[in-house]
Structure formats: structure tokens, C-alpha cells
């Protein structure tokens, strides 16, 4: 009679931290409708009912963390009694399903008092108004008042990006480090000191940095010329499309010429792809995601440009699903739209073999064919950085893609 309510499986997804129930105990549900919702490494998700039924218990609370497949609760086919399920329930003891599910919590340092648990606000405390999952959890973080803040989104929602817009303006005030935590020293931690445990996102990120951190990874740069893109820019052709947009589409038609850099490594071989999946780096306020542009080789400047606008505005506001996270064969990171850096040298995503770096937009002085001879002029630059696998790849192949892409883009 009772059935099981699992963490479902989504690709490379491993781990899950439940989030908050949708759904309460004794509720009916439809197929569709959003039971829970749970953060992983990559994203928040809102899992939805594959079928109709009664939610007979919640098994985890919100904060316990699980592996995929892990039961957090049971539920009945429609119709079932509650004096049915109480019957039900009665022949199952706490202890065993407390085994069945397993949850396994963070364990919080002894030398400070936990932090009292922060859940995402419901949907009921946006007062009618669409709210993001991501802006519910910042909002019950930061102890926030959603009727100060404006949204920006479709139909006036509300995301994680107007949150800290109406925190960094003064608006709101965060809740201070005394009422999240006691007021003590022990163990070299000051009074003074939050102590901030980390998010799902933030151990996946330094596992996969320690992990890409052991590939002999090397850097070669590449000074281009961007005087013909920024002039296309201009031309009816290229109206509306972004540098990055036409770097990204540069680089993807190089790939098809240079199928080496296209390929994720493996001990016994290597993945050499035929199509171009483009991950492009993410910065969110809970940390650096890298989503997927599929076939990247098809679109144009401008259709890049507003592919990779809808996926970063995805990321920004909670809404990427794990199927945007998955599969890329080659990844540009654009540190430059952040601050004004020289080199963007990085560590790989693996099992990716390179990865294109993009600092800041410099106009530099540079020599100029004159007639016959050379001129100097100032002239819109950029220092491409390429990273690379040294397993996979010598500097050869990676000299000629930097080659063909440096031709493509001044060329324009």
C-alpha cells in the first residue's frame, strides 16, 4: 500500500540536500505538481509527482542531505483514507524508517554554536507574487521582507539578483552575526568571526578544483586585434550581438577545424566530438556554474549572443535544470565582464581538454601595416588564454586553433 518517494536521478547528480516540502502531510497531489524541492552540487530542483496520490509522510526534514535514490517519503494511491495510511503507518517503526532513508547531515563544528536552520520561504510569504526558489532561500537567509523588494523578471518575478540589489542598496537588513551565532571564542575562532558553512555548490566546486588541479594543465596566449568585430558589431548584420557572443561563435566554427580541442580525456582514450556543446562559466551568487549551449556549431553571432543570455539569466535566478549542466565538450570562461583582468588563465573542466579564457578589453598601442611599412596605432585588443590538457594536447594543435580564431575574429 505504501510507496516510496525517492530523490529521482539527474545525470551526474550524486548528492541532494532537501530543501523544503511543497506538500503536506495528508495532501492530496496531481500528476505534475511540485512535492519537494532539493538543492545539489549544480542547482535547486523542484521535483514533481510522476502520478497522483496521497503524500502519506514526511520521512526527511528539511537540511538532511541524501544520495540519489534515497527514500524521503511515502505516499498512497488516490483515494486512500486517512484511517488507512494511520493503519499503514502503524506497521512501519520509526527506527526502520529512519534506516530506509538514511539522512546524512553536515556535521556542524563543536567550536561554534550551530547557526538556527534557515529554510527558503514558502510561496505563501511572496504575497501572491512569483519568487524564485533561489530568491525564497536568500530571502530567509538574509531575513528579508519580500515586500521591499521589486522584481525584475517576467510578470514582475522576483530572482536571487533583486534580493541582494535591495541588500546592497541599504533597503534591508541582514541579520546580524549575533543572532546567528553565539558569542564566544574557542578553538581560534573570534567573536567577532560568521562562520559560514558551505553549500552543496561550493564543496562540488572545491572538489572539482582540487580534482582539475592535479592535470598538467599549461596556458598559451594569443593578442588579437578586435577593430573588425567591434566595427561589425555596428553593421546591420551584427546589430545586438555581444563580444562575447561573437568570440564564443568564432570559436566554435574554429572547433570543427580543430577537432583535438573538441574531446574529453579518458586513461584509454580520447572523446573527439563531431559537435560543438559550449559551456560557458557562470558567476552566481552562490557560485560558479558552467551551463551548456548545445550544437553551438548552428547558430549565428547574434543567436549565441541570446543563447548564452538566456542560460547565464537561468543560472542567475535558480532555474537551470541538470540536463543544462551536463555533456559540454569545450568551455569559455569570461572573467573580463567582471573586472578589467590581463590574462584569464584557469584550471580545466574536466573531462574537457581545454578551456578559453577571456580578460578585460584593452586598447593598446600596436604596429599597423602602412603602405609598405608600419604604423603604430591604438587599437581594441584582447589576450586570448587558452588552457590546456598537456596529456591530451602539445602546444602544436593549440597554436593553430589560437591561429584560426585570431584569423576568424579580425577578419570579420
Known amino acids: 500500500m505504501l510507496k516510496d518517494l525517492c530523490i529521482p536521478r539527474m545525470g551526474s547528480v550524486e548528492n541532494a540536500r532537501l530543501l523544503q516540502w511543497r506538500a503536506a502531510e495528508g495532501e492530496t497531489f496531481t500528476p505534475g505538481q511540485v512535492l519537494y524541492e532539493i538543492e545539489t552540487d549544480k542547482t535547486s530542483v523542484e521535483v514533481e509527482a510522476d502520478a497522483g496520490g496521497v503524500l502519506a509522510k514526511h520521512i526527511a526534514q528539511a537540511g538532511d542531505e541524501f544520495k540519489v535514490g534515497d527514500r524521503v517519503g511515502l505516499w498512497v494511491a488516490p483515494g486512500t483514507t486517512p484511517t488507512l495510511i494511520a493503519q499503514a503507518l502503524k506497521g512501519q517503526t520509526v527506527k526502520a524508517i529512519a534506516d530506509v532513508a538514511g539522512p546524512k547531515v553536515v556535521p556542524v563544528p563543536t567550536s561554534v554554536a550551530p547557526m538556527a536552520e534557515v529554510r527558503p520561504l514558502p510561496r505563501a510569504a511572496a504575497g501572491g507574487r512569483r519568487i524564485s526558489p533561489l530568491a525564497r532561500r536568500l530571502a530567509a537567509q538574509h531575513a528579508v521582507d519580500l515586500d521591499h523588494v521589486a522584481g525584475t523578471g517576467v510578470g514582475g518575478k522576483i530572482g536571487g539578483k ?79 550581438a555581444s563580444v562575447l557572443g561573437m568570440i564564443a561563435h568564432a570559436a566554435a566554427v574554429a572547433l570543427l577545424e580543430h577537432p583535438r580541442l573538441n574531446a574529453h580525456w579518458r586513461d584509454d582514450a580520447m572523446l573527439q566530438f563531431r559537435t560543438v556543446h559550449l559551456g ?41 535544470r541538470p540536463e543544462d549542466l551536463v555533456g559540454g565538450s569545450f568551455t569559455i570562461s569570461n572573467p573580463g565582464s567582471v573586472g578589467p583582468v590581463l590574462r584569464a588563465e584557469a584550471l580545466l573542466n574536466p573531462p574537457q581538454v581545454a578551456l578559453l579564457g577571456l580578460p578585460g578589453i584593452v586598447h593598446a598601442p600596436c604596429a599597423v601595416r602602412d603602405g609598405d611599412g608600419w604604423a603604430m596605432a591604438v587599437r581594441p585588443s584582447i589576450c586570448l588564454s587558452l588552457s590546456f590538457d598537456h596529456r591530451a594536447l602539445d602546444g602544436g594543435p593549440v597554436i593553430a586553433f589560437l591561429n584560426t580564431l585570431k584569423s576568424r575574429i579580425e577578419s570579420l
Open 162 to 240: 533583486d534580493v541582494l540589489a535591495a541588500l546592497n542598496a541599504h533597503l534591508l537588513s541582514p541579520v546580524t552575526a549575533e543572532s546567528a551565532f553565539a558569542a564566544e571564542v574557542a578553538d581560534g575562532v573570534s567573536a567577532d568571526a560568521d562562520v559560514l558553512l558551505h553549500s552543496m555548490r561550493r564543496r562540488a566546486i572545491a572538489q572539482r578544483m582540487v580534482q582539475a588541479s592535479a592535470i598538467p594543465t599549461l596556458t598559451a596566449d594569443m593578442a588579437v586585434d578586435l577593430t573588425a568585430l567591434m566595427a561589425f558589431r555596428k553593421s546591420s548584420q551584427g546589430r545586438g
Open 280 to 320: 560557458i562559466a557562470v558567476d552566481t551568487p552562490e557560485g560558479l556554474v558552467v551551463p551548456v549551449v548545445r550544437h553551438a556549431e548552428r547558430l549565428s553571432a547574434l543567436g549565441m549572443t541570446e543563447a548564452i543570455a538566456a542560460l547565464a539569466a537561468k543560472a542567475r535566478n535558480g532555474f537551470l
